[in-house]
């Protein structure tokens, strides 16, 4: 099991003591977010399907052929044939711990994926630690617009229509004992 450090605001910590945050979205970093999405475009809809993405977790090589350490890579299920794209270690793997900076609480990372930001799930709002339940938002489009809204905030005006490439990152929160 590897460690990695994440960063979470104040209000997200509370979040995650009181058990209502199991998930986070990050922006996927150093790769070209148009070439996922013309590695994933539906012919029929002309968008992006993340569905259509087949993330893997392994070792991987550089352009010289030589093993480098393990790591995420992509690839189209649609025509595997035209090889993966390497993403890098991302916030690591199923089985992996995140390391919540300042504080004492660790994560077992339970499942990783890859989507568009506003592929988001009322129900996934919550699980970011926005609410504890959906009958919080009244009107539903209430949650949407509120996590737009921190969405922009936290990367900058707009970011939000920019509609990125982001790491899903679901979890659970161990102790120092190892139990849940």
């Given at each position: 099991?590897?460690?990695?450090?994440?960063?979470?605001?104040?209000?997200?910590?509370?979040?995650?003591?009181?058990?209502?945050?199991?998930?986070?979205?990050?922006?996927?970093?150093?790769?070209?977010h148009?070439?996922?999405?013309?590695?994933?475009?539906?012919?029929?809809?002309?968008?992006p399907?993340?569905?259509?993405?087949?993330?893997l977790?392994?070792?991987?090589?550089?352009?010289?052929?030589?093993?480098?350490?393990?790591?995420?890579?992509?690839?189209?299920?649609?025509?595997?044939?035209?090889?993966?794209?390497?993403?890098?270690?991302?916030?690591?793997?199923?089985?992996?711990?995140?390391?919540?900076?300042?504080?004492?609480?660790?994560?077992?990372?339970?499942?990783?994926?890859?989507?568009?930001?506003?592929?988001?799930?009322?129900?996934?709002?919550?699980?970011?630690?926005?609410?504890?339940?959906?009958?919080?938002?009244?009107?539903?489009?209430?949650g949407?617009?509120?996590?737009a809204?921190?969405?922009?905030?936290?990367?900058?005006?707009?970011?939000?229509?920019?509609?990125?490439?982001?790491?899903?990152?679901?979890?659970?929160?161990?102790?120092?004992?190892?139990?849940?």
């Amino acid at each position: 099991m590897k460690e990695f450090p994440i960063l979470f605001s104040a209000p997200m910590i509370q979040s995650l003591l009181d058990g209502h945050k199991t998930m986070t979205r990050r922006i996927v970093k150093g790769i070209d977010h148009d070439l996922l999405d013309m590695m994933c475009e539906d012919v029929e809809t002309e968008t992006p399907n993340s569905e259509l993405l087949d993330l893997l977790y392994g070792p991987s090589t550089d352009d010289d052929g030589k093993r480098i350490d393990e790591q995420w890579l992509v690839r189209c299920t649609e025509c595997p044939e035209e090889g993966v794209l390497t993403m890098g270690q991302g916030y690591g793997q199923v089985g992996d711990a995140l390391v919540v900076e300042g504080t004492e609480i660790k994560l077992e990372i339970t499942d990783v994926r890859l989507e568009k930001i506003r592929d988001i799930t009322l129900g996934e709002i919550c699980k970011e630690g926005l609410a504890g339940s959906i009958y919080e938002f009244a009107p539903v489009q209430a949650g949407f617009k509120f996590f737009a809204a921190l969405w922009d905030e936290i990367y900058g005006s707009g970011s939000w229509d920019e509609n990125p490439w982001v790491w899903v990152i679901e979890f659970k929160r161990v102790d120092s004992e190892g139990y849940y």
